[in-house]
């Protein structure tokens, strides 16, 4: 490793030969050295609220619950929420995510500790007599935080939903993005209450979130609706995916956005389980999430594969039993690229950052990816996360 880049991989002589004559020398024997994980999708500031969200419940009691605790949130609660957040994040292996900030505490507590990944910014529109004044916020908060931005953390948009933003807010930021290429970030097709409002203006959210959607033509499915505002587009992210027709997968494939599928936060709403088969048949872009502890049991990406494996087997018509490695390509090199950092980090190849995670296994290895993932697995240590310095656990 040179300037926190991997300079050469292979048997240790060989390394050994082309090592700087002062490198230091860390063994790990018994240990499965994996590139640092990759979650995708987390909200690090709703961390605490953990602690008060009853899981399973509907998503339409969640989402009550939720708009309750976030309305009496303060910028500090979501910061310390966010540094534990983080803390739970690195004992998982993690060190690269796409984070959900509505506040911008999360942007602080990630620049504090120096992990890699992209925030975006939260925005939610319900009246565009507010359009204004919301647009100004969101550009003042991208103006002032633009200058801590680095290689290592980005920021990006993340208009929230399309039951929260109306369509000339969604234009709106948009635009901002595409003129600063900003990559955006969408939670999609969700809950069945998501897909009655936005196709038939219909169910238990017609009177609370009608109006949001007063502009817009009828029989739109969510992802096509989505896609009637140009927001399928190569690149951004569409978070959840579940409430989808064959059409819609077929869109999804053809406007090459990453779908970013986040399993037992699914599970715990109630909402469904994403055809996962029929996605990776159509050929979509699929990575892998715990989404925020407000409807996830933990951070680990390993935990949500171990999640995902059993619906592979409880429902394999709509779920595909994958290789291990299939998977952990989800949290690894697939996320990495949903992130724009596929050329940095997400696989240990030479050139690429050495944030590496060590994994150790009581048990003898027969085959890594299954030990990972079949095993209870702990992380050692990730190495050279923060600037040199090593965090242990
Ligand atoms: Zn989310």
Not at 213 to 237: C, H, M, N, T
Request: glycine share 6%; net charge neutral; proline share 6%.
């Amino acid at each position: 490793m040179v300037n926190r880049r991997i300079r050469a991989i292979g048997q240790f002589k060989q390394v050994q030969r082309e090592a700087p004559y002062q490198a230091q020398r860390v063994e790990f024997p018994d240990g499965i050295l994996m590139p640092g994980l990759v979650n995708p999708h987390t909200h690090l500031e709703n961390t605490h609220f953990a602690d008060y969200i009853k899981r399973p419940q509907s998503f339409n009691q969640w989402l009550r619950q939720m708009v309750r605790l976030v309305r009496t949130q303060t910028f500090d609660d979501a910061l310390a929420a966010a540094r534990d957040g983080i803390e739970q994040l690195l004992k998982a292996g993690v060190t690269c995510v796409g984070e959900f900030s509505r506040l911008g505490a999360s942007f602080v507590a990630l620049r504090e500790k120096g992990l890699r990944g992209v925030v975006f910014k939260e925005f939610i529109c319900l009246r565009d007599e507010n359009l204004d004044e919301r647009m100004s916020e969101l550009i003042e908060w991208l103006q002032v935080n633009e200058r801590y931005e680095s290689e290592r953390l980005q920021i990006a948009v993340g208009p929230h939903a399309p039951y929260t933003v109306t369509p000339k807010a969604f234009q709106r930021v948009l635009e901002w993005a595409k003129s600063h290429c900003r990559r955006w970030c969408v939670h999609a097709a969700e809950s069945p209450a998501e897909r009655e409002l936005v196709e038939h203006r219909k169910g238990a959210w017609r009177l609370w979130l009608g109006r949001v959607l007063r502009d817009v033509p009828k029989g739109f499915s969510p992802i096509r609706y989505l896609d009637w505002l140009s927001v399928l587009q190569e690149g951004a992210l569409l978070v959840h995916c579940v409430q989808v027709d064959e059409r819609d997968i077929a869109l999804l494939a053809e406007r090459k956005v990453w779908v970013v599928h986040c399993p037992r936060s699914n599970a715990n709403l109630k909402v469904g389980i994403m055809p996962l088969r029929a996605m990776r048949e159509a050929g979509v872009r699929v990575c892998l999430a715990t989404d925020g502890l407000a409807s996830a049991d933990s951070l680990s990406p390993l935990d949500e594969i171990r999640f995902a494996r059993q619906l592979a087997r409880q429902f394999p018509d709509r779920y595909p039993n994958l290789p291990p490695d299939e998977w952990l390509r989800m949290v690894t090199i697939n996320a990495a690229s949903a992130l724009g950092m596929a050329d940095l980090v997400g696989s240990l190849e030479v050139g690429k950052f050495a944030e590496i995670a060590v994994f150790t296994v009581d048990t003898p290895i027969a085959d890594p990816y299954e030990a990972l993932l079949d095993g209870h697995p702990k992380i050692a240590l990730v190495p050279e996360l923060v600037d040199g310095v090593v965090p242990t656990f």
